[in-house]
């Protein structure tokens, strides 16, 4: 497996490796071009070009800044405000009608437990999949192998460490259920 197949795929790869170097560079290109275009639909435009997925509808506050941009796929009437962060060495995967608060953060990527591990630099990630009807406050942060399902409300500030069902709103650091909806 290529690195980046190894990295897509959770396992422990090299982030120095030339392809994703290539691919994080590419990123930042990408990154500078959006946040500095002022018209919604060129700035849009770049987005589809940028992101692995996008529906028809969709609009990004800038700045924006994402690791690859590339594993991202969103999905019809996204609005993403001012800050929208991803680290998206895995996939990250948004549903339809989503809305995300300023400052909103999205972590894939992971760094091994033991020191001498991590030194040695190797690293691992895990996907993030978020449902359709997701309401996500302002400042919350979306960690590593979470999947949100449909109709859920994460409340702003809010540490996302674990995955939640249909139809409640989470909010706390580490977040928990604080309401179902009907």
Same mark, same amino acid.
């Given at each position: 497996?290529?690195? =980046?197949?190894?990295?897509?795929?959770?396992?422990?790869?090299?982030?120095? !490796?030339?392809?994703?170097?290539?691919?994080?560079? =590419?990123?930042?290109?990408?990154?500078?071009?959006?946040?500095?275009?002022?018209?919604?639909?060129?700035?849009?435009?770049?987005? =589809?070009?940028? &992101?692995?997925?996008?529906?028809?509808?969709?609009?990004?506050?800038?700045?924006?800044? &994402?690791?690859?941009?590339?594993?991202?796929?969103?999905?019809?009437?996204?609005?993403?405000?001012?800050?929208?962060?991803?680290? !998206?060495?895995?996939?990250?995967?948004?549903? !339809?009608?989503?809305? &995300?608060?300023?400052?909103?953060?999205?972590?894939?990527?992971?760094?091994?437990?033991?020191?001498?591990?991590?030194?040695?630099?190797?690293?691992?990630?895990?996907?993030?999949?978020?449902?359709?009807?997701?309401?996500?406050?302002?400042?919350?942060?979306?960690?590593?192998?979470?999947?949100?399902?449909?109709?859920?409300?994460?409340?702003?500030?809010?540490? +996302?460490?674990?995955?939640?069902? !249909?139809? +409640?709103?989470?909010?706390?650091?580490?977040?928990? +259920?604080? =309401?179902?909806?009907?």
């Amino acid at each position: 497996m290529t690195e =980046k197949e190894k990295m897509l795929a959770g396992q422990m790869y090299n982030a120095a !490796d030339p392809e994703l170097s290539a691919l994080r560079h =590419k990123a930042r290109i990408y990154r500078d071009q959006v946040n500095r275009e002022l018209d919604k639909v060129k700035r849009n435009q770049v987005m =589809k070009e940028w &992101l692995g997925k996008t529906g028809e509808h969709f609009h990004v506050e800038t700045p924006v800044t &994402l690791d690859y941009g590339c594993h991202i796929f969103v999905g019809e009437n996204f609005y993403a405000n001012f800050n929208w962060t991803v680290l !998206d060495t895995c996939p990250v995967t948004i549903g !339809d009608n989503a809305m &995300l608060g300023p400052n909103v953060q999205f972590y894939t990527a992971l760094h091994p437990l033991d020191a001498q591990e991590r030194i040695a630099g190797p690293e691992y990630g895990a996907p993030i999949t978020i449902g359709d009807n997701v309401w996500i406050g302002g400042g919350a942060m979306i960690l590593a192998g979470v999947t949100l399902g449909d109709n859920v409300v994460v409340g702003a500030g809010s540490v +996302v460490t674990k995955s939640f069902g !249909d139809n +409640v709103v989470i909010a706390g650091n580490p977040a928990r +259920v604080i =309401k179902k909806l009907d």
